[in-house]
Nanobody, 124 residues
Framework: QVQLVESGGGLVQAGGSLRLSCAAS????????MGWFRQAPGKRREFVAG????????AYGDSVKGRFTISRDNAVNTVYLQMNSLTPEDTAVYYC?????????????????WGQGTQVTVSA
């Protein structure tokens, strides 16, 4: 089992940057692929980015390509999301999640463990 805790959210002006972190408990972090999702009020949860167990494969949602970067450090059981060129449309609660397996799923049904979320608010 994996417990996930996000941090790094906050209020930022449009055009600014934030770096989210997700710390995982347990000794088997490298056994899980990781993903970031977000959910804005009144909208469905959206895939933001994903990374396989040792970072060999990475994927991004279309709306964040070229602006966001996902990475992981298995030595410290942490996955990161660097967010640049933020716009008000990026405002949402951001969740990290863990999945088992070798593929890189883009839908939340394949993720078994979730953090509590961190709020990101981008002002115009």
């Amino acid at each position: 089992q994996v417990q996930l805790v996000e941090s790094g959210g906050g209020l930022v002006q449009a055009g600014g940057s934030l770096r989210l972190s997700c710390a995982a408990s347990g000794r088997t972090f490298s056994s899980y692929g990781m993903g970031w999702f977000r959910q804005a009020p009144g909208k469905r949860r959206e895939f933001v980015a994903g990374i396989t167990r040792v970072g060999g494969s990475i994927a991004y949602g279309d709306s964040v390509k070229g602006r966001f970067t996902i990475s992981r450090d298995n030595a410290v059981n942490t996955v990161y999301l660097q967010m640049n060129s933020l716009t008000p449309e990026d405002t949402a609660v951001y969740y990290c999640a863990a999945y088992s397996g070798y593929n890189l799923p883009r839908t939340d049904q394949y993720y078994s463990y979730w953090g509590q979320g961190t709020q990101v608010t981008v002002s115009a």
